[in-house]
């Protein structure tokens, strides 16, 4: 029997993993919640550019939590610190519905959450028997499943780094200019550089590279770097002024006697050929994810994602596809170490299923 699902969000990721719900064998779209009084009664599945699947879209919370649905997708709007995602997912977590999120960033390492939040989630988990999960691709499934499964073929482990490097020419959301800081002057710092973001960010996923190894993370420390064009260019976010930010380059380092022992590296671009000789993909595509092993011996993985929109299906497809391992997890506020291991089903039709 299908899995019954809620799912909130339908704008550019929201809208890929809708699609993904709708397309993937083991789950049933029963509720979308929208925020856009101009989406309320469209169907789902219009929303997500795929025939009419017959659930209305609506901005009625209490509606949904009516539903008694095994699981709510979570794709809200947030940044470390937001507390509204948290109390509007409460309610499903008391009423015995499972989450998958990909917006509570500082809840995806358990023992480091904050801690006031946390004692609502569990309380509300203890209540309905349910559970919370946070997962995406960065920070997410690339800077903890696929690191963690690159450790197997380690021995002596100096350091693990996860990076992005990409190309964000055509993406359109502002966040590009607001969070990771495009078009700003140099000396400017972006918002996931303030107040402690940056480590709200992706300090959780990289905790979880530190249990694995069981090193004891003795400090942070970051840095922040860009490159210029001399010329204006036109980009998805629109028109980038000469002299402000094309590339960004950043690191966060977890710290452990006196060395970074896991880092998250970004080398990000929106022009093409700029940049000051960082890190770029080994493949011939615009955006990988890569694990470095750094030791003895030392190695890496790279997932290279194709240019038809590949990037933004991986992006999300880890929330959709985690839904039946979450469901059958035990109850709590989960990491990725607590569900079972969990893949895509959505095989090509002429394939004979058993």
Known sequence: MALRVIHCGSGQSGARALAGILDHPDLELVGQYVWSQDKVGVDAGVLCGKAPCGVAATNDWDA??????????????????????????????????????????????????????????????????????????????????????????????????????????????????????????????????????????????????????????????????????DHDIEAGIGLVKAGTAVVIHFELRAMSGGKPIVVVEHVDSIARGAGKGWKAPHAPVDLVHRVEIEGDPTFSLEVAYAPDGSAGGCTVMPVVNAIPAVCAARPGLLGPLDIPRYWGRNVRASARRV
């Open 64 to 229: 949904l939590i009516a539903l008694k649905a095994d699981c709510l997708s979570y794709f809200g709007r947030a940044m470390p610190g937001s507390i509204e995602p948290v109390k509007e997912m409460l309610p499903f977590l008391a009423g015995g519905v499972n989450i998958v999120n990909f917006s509570a960033f500082e809840y995806a390492h358990p023992p480091s959450a904050p801690a006031e939040p946390k004692a609502w989630i569990e309380a509300a988990c203890r209540e309905g028997d349910s559970s919370l999960f946070f997962t995406g691709i960065d920070p997410g499934w690339a800077t903890t499943d696929l690191a963690i499964a690159a450790l197997a073929a380690a021995d002596r482990v100096d350091c693990v780094r996860v990076l992005e490097l990409g190309w964000f020419g055509s993406y359109r959301s502002q966040s590009l200019r607001d969070v990771f800081g495009f078009g700003l002057p140099p000396g400017e710092l972006p918002g996931m550089m303030r107040d402690g973001k940056l480590e709200g960010l992706w300090a959780p996923t990289l905790r979880h590279i530190a249990d694995v190894l069981g090193v004891e993370i003795e400090a942070w420390e970051s840095d922040f770097e860009i490159d210029t064009l």
